[in-house]
């Protein structure tokens, strides 16, 4: 039988053979850097919402597993941080240790891809890995020293927002994980009734809001 184009003797895909390569890529470089970087947060959000991990059979999990080198819901954390913090986190994160909480406590101090702090502002690159760690350090000690502000009113409706989207993210994160998995008809037949509930309520709320 004649070869499709592109296709190998095992049938794969030329594309699926560079999808490999890339990934395997992003991984060596993870583990030479030791710690995530943001190319590899995008990276890990792109082979995510372009399932391109399906051309060679795979699961979102198994692909994580097998060409990200980590665990399932380890990709999907990283995933949140680029889109919560964006690739400034990764820079300071890789310089500092610093958690995805404590950057939110610090978070203020971080404009235009700078870290601000006692009048100095400080590219947020690798090269001033010394002056970032100094700043963060203080930083920590500030935020841990400090009262808790009252939130405002707009506070609590952003807090709101990003507990929101967070919740809607993980749940269709566990949606998307049942629908690949082998399920009997009962089993289908109760996704079915869960998405279409979930469905209706969203479209109630969303009537709520708009009226």
């Known amino acids: 039988m004649k070869k499709k184009c592109g296709e190998q003797k095992d049938g794969t895909t030329d594309g699926a053979i560079e999808f490999g390569t890339w990934i395997g890529r992003r ?23 372009s399932k391109q991990y399906k051309k060679l059979g795979l699961t979102w999990e198994q692909a994580c597993k097998q060409y990200a080198g980590m665990a399932r819901s380890t990709a999907e954390e990283i995933i949140r941080n680029l889109e919560e913090f964006g690739p400034d ?33 400080i590219p947020i690159e690798i090269a001033n890995a010394q002056e970032l760690a100094t700043a963060v350090d203080a930083l920590r000690r500030e935020t841990a020293a400090a009262p808790a502000a009252p939130e405002t009113a707009a506070g609590e409706v952003e807090c ?17 994980k049942l629908r690949e998995m082998p ?29």
């Open 27 to 49: 991984q060596a470089l993870s583990v030479i850097s030791g710690r995530c970087s943001a190319a590899d947060a995008q990276c890990l959000r792109e082979l995510r919402e």
């Open 89 to 121: 986190f990764f820079v300071i994160a890789r310089v500092t240790g610093i958690s995805a909480n404590e950057y939110r406590r610090i978070g203020g101090a971080v404009q235009d891809h700078k870290l601000l702090h006692a009048g100095q502002e």
């Open 160 to 176: 709101s927002f990003a507990k929101a989207d967070r919740a809607l993210r993980a749940a269709l994160v566990e949606l998307e």
């Open 183 to 211: 399920l009997d008809s009962f089993s289908r037949s109760r996704l079915v009734g869960m998405i279409d509930e979930t469905t209706g309520t969203l479209k109630l709320i969303g009537l709520q809001v708009a009226a």
